[in-house]
């Protein structure tokens, strides 16, 4: 059956007899006329007897075949399982159960497997597949008997099943699963399973029982480098570094150490402190293995974060004169060059940033260097070639631009970009909510229209919910229907500190100072910007308290000196002025 190459390769003896018999009576037309005559005599009741083929079994598994050369997956698998659960034949039980594996049906895949078991019972693999997909889908407790019966039967393939997936386990999970492989090794024991073992204990957090199991899977193999690996890493969390270094070492005189025995070694070089060892072990690292790039351009990582700057960059530059679309290292040297002070060299390296993870922050710090009021020209030249170049992630590259301009007090320019930006992108939420912030207050309709669409889009923003309720309560009069928005806000985000400050804010117009007092506190405390502070000031002093009031204000305006909020609300209180 040619279903994919992962499918195809269980053909059985009996599918493969069924493929010849279908493709003979596909080939024969004196086939035809037999069968013709055939249909006119009644045919006997169908009984199925193990490890035989009868007609509506071979009807059905024939149309699977077809079914699967069509690539109709779903009928050829529905076939083979309804034969399964007639026949019991573990050869169709077992072709089911790779068709649902590879079509990733859990549920047949599931039953599929069930059967192969009930079929074969002494085969683990039936079993190795059923508790694989329950310990992916997090079901550790009906994966356990599973494990527990292919255990018996094979305990590599089972035991690599269990370590895969040992650090989803909770304690008490891990505890069920020590308690299986304990009894298995007092009759089968190695350092695959004593290994696992390890990894058990550590997950429940027994480190001196998992160091004990690691030894002993190294002293049953010295060269597991698993049970290695898992102790080095275990003596590493504990802070032990140079005892990990130690359990390496003997492993770092081959001609050609394994690379993660290596990259480990060299990690813990840097965390015990042995700088110039792990740069001199990390070069060789890359020395070692030239084919790898990803290891390379992790190694020069490793150097930068440990201020190996000139050798990270080294490395950096290799990795693109060897592979040049790969546009990754122009980000890191972006930020070598930007941390040395090379303000046009790190532009030039970020503006080459092509991979998506790193393209908007490589924007992003371009915008960051370009940070006076004269370099609009520049950035905005910039963004717009990257715009042109980049169709796909226009947006982002409009709200990065808006953003500097208001930033640096190009209120008018910033509007002009999110206009222009809205006209290719109408419902773009953070373009409206972007350009509602930007509008100046007279534009309060325009403002009210740019939130209204993002929570007729997304009613459940908090922010334009926010937003929405505190420019209503500065610019209008529309107190309640203000508090109605931010208090839908403060139930999506009780502990946001901006909501929190516009409620205590409405509540204040609303002529309950006390209530707005305990909101605006509580804002205060998470986040003690001017503003929330002028805020709470004017609460204070509404409720009575005229010596706190006081008291904050001379307090804020030591630390924000001829702040504007700071300055209303010292008017708004008759207090003195700077």
Known sequence: MPIPTSVAKIATPLTVAVIGLLLSLTGC???????????????????????????????????????????????????????????????????????????????????????????????????????????????????????????????KQTLMIISAQAEQFSPEEARAYISLLEEHAQQNSNATLLTTLGTLYAQQGNNVKALQRFNAAISDDPEYLEAVIKKA?????QGAFNQAITVLEPHMNADQPDQQVFTLYVQLLFQSKQTQKAVQQALLLVETFPEEPQLTFYTALLLLENDQVAKSRNIMQTLLQQYP????????????????????????????????????????????????????????????????????????????EAEWLNLHDFKDIALSVLDEALQQHSDNVNLLYSRAMTLPPQDIDLIEKDLREVLKQEPDNSMALNALGYTLSLYTDRFDE????????????????????????????????????????????RFPDPEVSAHLIQAYHAAGDQKTALALLKKERLKHPGNEFLQEAAESINAPQD
């Open 482 to 525: 203000a508090y109605e928005l931010v208090n839908s806000a403060l139930a999506l985000s009780p502990n946001d500190p901006s909501i929190l400050d516009s409620m205590g804010w409405i509540l204040l117009k609303q002529g309950k100072p006390y209530a707005a007092v305990d909101y605006l506190q509580q804002a205060y405390q």
């Open 325 to 400: 679309d790969n546009t990754t290292p122009h980000y890191y040297l972006g930020l070598i060059d930007q941390h040395d002070g090379n303000r046009a060299a790190a532009i030039d390296h970020f503006i080459q940033v092509k991979d998506n993870t790193n393209i908007l922050s490589a924007y992003r710090r371009i915008a960051s260097l370009l940070d006076h009021p004269s370099d609009r020209p520049q950035l905005q030249t910039i963004l717009q070639e990257a715009r042109n170049n980049m169709p796909e992630i226009d947006i982002p590259l409009y709200a990065i």
């Open 233 to 237: 890493e275990l003596l590493r969390s």
């Open 29 to 155: 037309s004196s086939h035809q006329s037999k069968v013709e005559e055939q249909l006119e005599t009644p045919l006997p009741t169908v009984e199925y007897r193990p490890g035989e083929l009868n007609r509506e079994t071979l009807y059905d598994l024939i149309v699977a075949e077809i079914a699967g050369q069509r690539k109709a997956f779903d009928l050829s698998l529905e076939n083979y399982l309804h034969q399964s659960q007639l026949t019991k034949d573990p050869e169709i039980a077992q072709r089911a159960t790779y068709i649902a594996q590879y079509l990733q049906r859990p549920d047949e895949l599931l039953e599929a497997a069930r059967l192969w078991q009930i079929a074969e019972p002494q085969n683990p693999e039936p079993y190795q597949i059923a508790a694989s997909l329950l310990l992916h889908q997090g079901d550790f407790a009906a994966a356990l008997p599973l494990l527990r019966q292919a255990l018996s039967q094979s305990d």
